[in-house]
């Protein structure tokens, strides 16, 4: 029988933190800095080409004190060891979460478990090598001998969403003759536009899907499948080498029809939104080469070392933590904003909306007990300097309270000295009057700045293999400390099951007490269409 774990909210630790979250309202963060003289130092921390600066938040050095003594009340630091030695700290389906090991340096101290993980790890590892190395080098041929031109991922959530985002952040690293595409949607329009201008001879198809079974990602790769068929008028196109199949079910992708040589797998304790690191990183490896897939991963395995050994006052992914839990939990923060100032970056915040909203978007604790204090908030965002033209309206004056996190790459190279500087500043300009604020004349109210709005600024040297990796390790932790706070498994996502036993149920019409306002919405439907 597992442990009972405690509710936080039933500790002193949590007492003190309401207690000051009630005078917060005396704080102002800009009188901050003149009270402590070195606080943009001290309340920044930087490891290898990242550098994190939270001064500008609503805390005084008391609340981070406590903040971090709330960590520790949640005992973070053996839920870390248990995570990086692969417990089973993934409850209620009984499974480790073993994302750090696809990253981990080998040849360093491991527990027998992950040792054990190694094998097949490095195995994967060198069929994507091998693949993306043909690929790339045009010895991968299609059934008219030509060589591959464009590759679709077709893959839906975390087999989609990882590679997609990567492939975005890292087209400077891109091959300049190959062309990657990604179709996730069930909207046909998704995959009929993406087939509409390819050529069929040089196009290769990556059915990337954890059991092979996935409604979404099947249909459309059965129409790409028809697609290809049809103009390559050739009845074996599933095993030939226009598909591969990237799956943790090797079986289902044998029996779908996928040649054994051309199913790539990854291990069934690789969690979707993780599994970027894994195998469904193949598309991002055939894109920028896999000697770039492994830099990203020792980027992020980087964070880990970081994340596993230091203090917690000056441990990136935990000081993002609790400062998330201080507006979530004590000042009614119902959302948080990733604004990227980096075009390259436009996915990220999708991404992230992923990775916290799957992992922590839960109303159950550890104990299976209903919670009464929130937990995730709503991650949402968009690329400066055009979120600035859309919401930042609403940041600077409106009613809500958004803490934010601000990113950028300091050097861009495929942008240029007037364009970046005039971006930058643009953040720095962002930051720093959410801060300030600004004070209207008398009768004109409606110019006033409120300021007293808390950021966070992440900055990387330039945005390479590297330090996306870090980004995305970063944030991952960040999550995990979070979910250990709060008492709840970061590592399912039972959530989304009900709505996908409807809708097979919807699709095979044997649907029972189906409710009004659904059987009038299908009625409608049903007179313009012949489903």
């Not at 001290?42 to 490891?47: G, L």
């Not at 891109?174 to 996730?184: E, K, M, Q, T």
């Not at 916290?356 to 991650?379: C, F, H, R, W």
Request: glycine share 6%; aromatic share 8%.
């Amino acid at each position: 029988m597992q442990n009972k774990e405690q509710n936080i909210t039933q500790t002193n630790i949590w007492s003190n933190l309401v207690d000051q979250s009630r005078s917060v309202g005396d704080i102002i963060i800009s009188d901050l800095f003149k009270k402590e003289k070195n606080r943009a130092k001290s309340m920044s921390i930087k490891i290898a080409e990242v550098f994190f600066d939270y001064s500008k938040n609503l805390i005084t050095k008391d609340i981070l004190k406590n903040l971090i003594a709330l960590a520790e009340e949640a005992n973070l630091s053996i839920r870390i060891d248990k995570m990086f030695d692969g417990k089973a700290i993934n409850r209620s389906e009984n499974r480790s979460a073993l994302h750090t090991a696809l990253r981990a340096d080998q040849d360093g101290e491991h527990s027998a478990n992950i040792k054990l993980k190694f094998k097949s790890i490095n195995d994967q590892a060198s069929k994507i090598k091998a693949i993306s190395d043909k690929i790339r080098s045009k010895e991968w041929v299609g059934e008219t001998g030509k060589s591959i031109t464009d590759v679709i991922n077709i893959g839906i959530g975390g087999s989609d969403l990882g590679p997609r985002m990567a492939c975005t952040a890292l087209k400077e690293f891109a091959s300049a003759r190959l062309n990657i595409h990604f179709v996730s949607n069930v909207d046909g329009t998704d995959i009929n536009d993406v087939l509409s201008n390819l050529n069929p001879e040089t196009t290769l198809i990556i059915i990337s899907s954890k059991t092979f079974t996935t409604m979404e990602t099947l249909l459309n790769a059965d129409k790409a499948l028809a697609w290809l068929e049809k103009d390559l008028e050739t009845q074996n196109i599933r095993s030939s080498n226009h598909v591969i199949g990237v799956t943790a079910n090797a079986k289902n992708a044998k029996l779908f029809g996928i040649d054994e040589t051309r199913v790539v797998e990854f291990d069934d304790w690789v969690g979707g939104r993780y599994s970027i690191w894994s195998s469904i990183g193949l598309s991002l490896a055939i894109s920028i080469g896999f000697d770039n897939f492994q830099t990203m991963l020792s980027g992020a395995r980087e964070i880990d070392n970081h994340f596993r050994e230091s203090p917690f006052d000056q441990n990136i992914p935990v000081i993002m933590a609790v400062l998330g839990i201080w507006y979530n939990n004590f000042l009614g923060a119902q959302s948080h904003a990733i604004i990227p100032y980096c075009e390259r970056l436009t996915l990220f915040p999708s991404y992230l909306q992923q990775l916290d909203m799957e992992s922590n978007g839960k109303s159950v604790d550890q104990n299976g007990e209903q919670l009464k204090y929130q937990t995730a908030p709503i991650i949402w965002g968009q690329t400066g300097t055009n979120g600035q033209h859309a919401f930042f309206q609403l940041l600077h004056q409106g009613t809500k309270f958004i803490p934010i996190d601000f990113i950028a790459p300091i050097i861009q190279k495929q942008s240029d000295d007037k364009s970046q500087k005039i971006l930058l500043n643009n953040m720095l300009a962002q930051s720093m009057s959410l801060m300030v604020g600004k004070k209207a004349k008398e009768g004109e109210n409606h110019k006033s700045y409120p300021g007293n709005k808390p950021s966070s600024t992440l900055l990387v040297n330039s945005l390479s293999p590297k330090t996306l990796g870090a980004l995305i390790a970063i944030y991952e932790h960040k999550v995990f400390v979070q979910g250990t706070i709060w008492g709840i498994n970061s590592f399912d996502q039972w959530g989304v099951e009900l709505g996908k036993e409807l809708s097979i149920a919807l699709n095979k019409g044997n649907i029972s007490n189906i409710d009004p306002s659904t059987d009038q919405l299908k009625d409608i439907i049903s007179k313009f269409t012949n489903y």
